[in-house]
T-cell receptor
Framework: KAGVTQTPRYLIKTRGQQVTLSCSPI?????VSWYQQTPGQGLQFLFE???????NKGNFPGRFSGRQFSNSRSEMNVSTLELGDSALYLC????????????FGPGTRLLVL | KNEVEQSPQNLTAQEGEFITINCSYS?????LHWLQQHPGGGIVSLFM???GKKKHGRLIATINIQEKHSSLHITASHPRDSAVYIC????????????FGTGTSLTVIP
């Protein structure tokens, strides 16, 4: 079974631009969560989707948004990029939210210049 | 204030040593996870605990709900165990909304 895939793996943007990151979960998994990891703040929860519905959202500004499609693939979007948005963005999937192990993707490393 | 505290932050051990990483949390939780992150970023979920103890190979994880404390033990450590170990807690029925510790960076020297 293929693991969680994320695209792109690396991305360089400039301040003010927007970016869309994609996550394809393990086949059969309907829960997708997104996390941001920075050297200063560590890992932080962004949001979680299950069956195309956002179940939970972390403490991030409205510039961070996401969605999930009917095939469980998920995208997250960051608008009006700031330097502080430079981070590793990880997604993870599970079959049932909170009840089972999450499987993490390799991450997308975003650099904002 | 971080709801999840890990210790130590950094740990260097000789191959074969027994290693303990600690995690304390200040809120009521429904589950605790131990994660392993290798250089390059890839994260693997090692354990999900809500009570008691779990063992997988050389890894053992325990949790004491009353004391709000969990430990991850590595027996007969090996250089391939070198990684960052992260404790994550889930509050109530919040799906996969986790609060994370800052991680323990482990280096095992041959």
């Amino acid at each position: 079974k293929a693991g969680v895939t994320q695209t792109p793996r690396y991305l360089i943007k400039t301040r003010g631009q927007q970016v869309t990151l994609s996550c394809s979960p393990i086949s059969g998994h309907r829960s997708v969560s997104w996390y941001q990891q920075t050297p200063g703040q560590g890992l932080q929860f962004l949001f979680e989707y299950f069956s195309e519905t956002q179940r939970n959202k972390g403490n991030f500004p409205g510039r961070f948004s996401g969605r999930q499609f009917s095939n469980s693939r998920s995208e997250m979007n960051v608008s009006t990029l700031e330097l502080g948005d430079s981070a590793l963005y990880l997604c993870a999937s599970s079959s049932i939210p909170g009840k089972e192990t999450q499987y993490f993707g390799p991450g997308t490393r975003l650099l904002v210049l | 204030k971080n709801e999840v505290e890990q210790s130590p932050q950094n740990l260097t051990a000789q191959e074969g040593e027994f290693i303990t990483i600690n995690c304390s949390y200040s809120v009521g939780i429904s589950a605790l996870h131990w994660l392993q992150q290798h250089p390059g970023g890839g994260i693997v979920s090692l354990f999900m605990l809500s009570s008691g103890k779990k063992k997988h190979g050389r890894l053992i994880a325990t949790i004491n709900i009353q004391e709000k404390h969990s430990s991850l033990h590595i027996t007969a450590s090996h250089p391939r165990d070198s990684a960052v170990y992260i404790c994550a807690v889930r509050l109530g029925d919040t799906g996969n909304q986790f609060y994370f510790g800052t991680g323990t960076s482990l280096t095992v020297i041959p």
